[in-house]
C-alpha cells in the first residue's frame, strides 16, 4: 500500500514565524488533504489538493503529484495554529491512508 | 463543509461489556463511511469502510466480531464495540466523503474517547 511520510515530526516555532511542512507519499495519488488536529481531537478541514497551489488566509499548500509530495507553508504562525498537521492521500478511492504526522508548538 | 456528527465525545466502559458509536452526516448522504483508530501521539489507522446496506470492509488485522460496524441508512453508521477490554482504549474517529465530479473530500467526526476498566 501507499506510504505516506511527513516531516519535520516536531516543530517548536515562535509566534510570528513562518513554516513548512512537507507529505512524501510513495505512490501516485489522486486525492490529497491537510487537516489540523486540534488539541480536543477534532480534524480541521484545511485543504483539499490532488495537485496545485492553493491559499486560506495564512495558509497555503503545493503538491507535486509527479514527483509525489505536498507542502503546507503556514505564514505568521500564531499560538492556535498548535497542534498536529495530518496530510492523508488516496488513489482511485474514497479510502485515505494517513501520513505520520507533524506536531506543532508555538510559543508566545 | 460537510458536518459529520460523532456520539459519544467520551465513554467509559467497564470490561466485558459493550459500546456503541454512532457517526452520523448531518447535512449530505453517505453511502460510505470510514472507521478510524487513534492511539496516543500516533496517526489515524483505518480500521473498516462502512457501506450502506452490506457488510462492512474491515483492514488487515481488525477483528470483525470484536468491532461490529453497521450502515443501516445514507445517513448513520455504528461502531460497536463488543466485549470491551482495556486494550480496547483509544480514539476512534469516523468520516464521510461528500462532493461531486469528481473531487472527493472527507469530513471527520468530532472523536469519540473510549476507555475501558
Known amino acids: 500500500g501507499i506510504q505516506v511520510e511527513q516531516s519535520p515530526p516536531d516543530l517548536i516555532l515562535q509566534e510570528g514565524a513562518n513554516s513548512t511542512l512537507r507529505c512524501n507519499f510513495s505512490?501516485?495519488?489522486?486525492?490529497l488533504q491537510w487537516f489540523h488536529q486540534n488539541p480536543w481531537g477534532q480534524l480541521i478541514n484545511l485543504f483539499y489538493?490532488?495537485?496545485g497551489t492553493k491559499q486560506n488566509g495564512r495558509l497555503s499548500a503545493t503538491t507535486v503529484a509527479t514527483e509525489r509530495y505536498s507542502l503546507l507553508y503556514i505564514s505568521s504562525s500564531q499560538t492556535t495554529d498548535s497542534g498536529v498537521y495530518f496530510c492523508a492521500v488516496g488513489h482511485n478511492t474514497d479510502k485515505l491512508i494517513f501520513g505520520t504526522g507533524t506536531r506543532l508548538q508555538v510559543f508566545p | 463543509g460537510a458536518v459529520v456528527s460523532q456520539h459519544p465525545s467520551r465513554v467509559i466502559c467497564k470490561s466485558g461489556t459493550s459500546v456503541k458509536i454512532e457517526c452520523r452526516s448531518l447535512d449530505f448522504q453517505a453511502t460510505t463511511m470510514f472507521w478510524y483508530r487513534q492511539f496516543p501521539k500516533k496517526s489515524l489507522m483505518l480500521m473498516a469502510t462502512?457501506?450502506?446496506?452490506?457488510?462492512?470492509?474491515?483492514e488487515q488485522g481488525v477483528e470483525k466480531d470484536k468491532f461490529l460496524i453497521n450502515h443501516a441508512s445514507l445517513t448513520l453508521s455504528t461502531l460497536t464495540v463488543t466485549s470491551a477490554h482495556p486494550e480496547d482504549s483509544s480514539f476512534y474517529i469516523c468520516?464521510?466523503?461528500?462532493?461531486?465530479?469528481?473531487?472527493?473530500?472527507?469530513?471527520f467526526g468530532q472523536g469519540t474517547r473510549l476507555t475501558v476498566v
Open positions: 505512490d501516485s495519488v489522486n486525492n
Open positions: 462502512s457501506n450502506e446496506g452490506s457488510k462492512a470492509t474491515y
Open positions: 468520516s464521510a466523503t461528500a462532493g461531486t465530479g469528481g473531487k472527493t473530500e472527507a469530513f
Open positions: 489538493i490532488p495537485s
